[in-house]
């Protein structure tokens, strides 16, 4: 009775800290290295920049890499509506910096070793696999919009855009 009670409590604390973010919530302040080696502090972009951050599993896969052509080929429908697309994923900033030249990707990309900050925003894994999803975060800070699809990425991009343009910049 009492391993069920300790599995059981700690079952609930687990899932009690990885409740995913929703529309209302505020950002989580995070730091994380980006594709060019440089520190990216989420706090020095709240306040002048819509920002889009989508997580998904994996640099150079065939369905992360339709989503990451999807967010450049509108790049500029998102910088012309004031926003900021960040990907974010586990992978080292060597495999970023490839993944971004390779596909020409003109937005940030971080990398997120142990997936601290997919933690903190509540993201789940499938399949073993670190999970695919998009926020979309007003200048005030606060979570406006989330989108999850784990097999359909370029619907990512879509979907934010889409929310973006019914914002008033």
């Known amino acids: 009775m009492i391993t069920t009670s300790l599995f ?6 687990c899932n009690a800290q990885r409740k995913t ?5 505020p950002v989580p302040s995070f730091s994380l290295k980006d594709q060019n080696d440089s520190l990216f ?32 080929d509108s790049y500029s429908d998102f910088t012309h509506a004031g926003a900021m697309v960040v990907g974010v994923n586990s992978a ?14 003109p937005f940030t990309l971080l990398s997120d070793p142990g997936n601290k900050v997919l933690k903190l925003f509540g993201v789940k894994s ?36 889409k929310f973006i343009k019914t914002l008033e910049n």
């Open 41 to 72: 502090n989420i706090s020095d972009y709240i306040g002048k920049k819509i920002l889009v951050i989508y997580f998904y599993p994996k640099d150079e896969s065939p369905v992360c890499t339709r989503e990451a052509c999807s967010f450049r």
């Open 8 to 13: 059981a409590g700690f079952f609930l604390a």
């Open 92 to 105: 080292s900033v060597e495999s970023h910096k490839h993944f971004q030249l390779n596909h020409q990707l």
């Open 21 to 25: 973010l929703v529309p209302g919530d």
């Open 126 to 161: 499938r399949f073993m696999i670190s999970g695919r999803e998009t926020f979309v975060i007003d200048k005030s800070g606060k979570i406006r919009f989330t989108y999850n699809s784990f097999t359909n990425g370029p619907a990512h991009e879509a979907e934010a855009l």
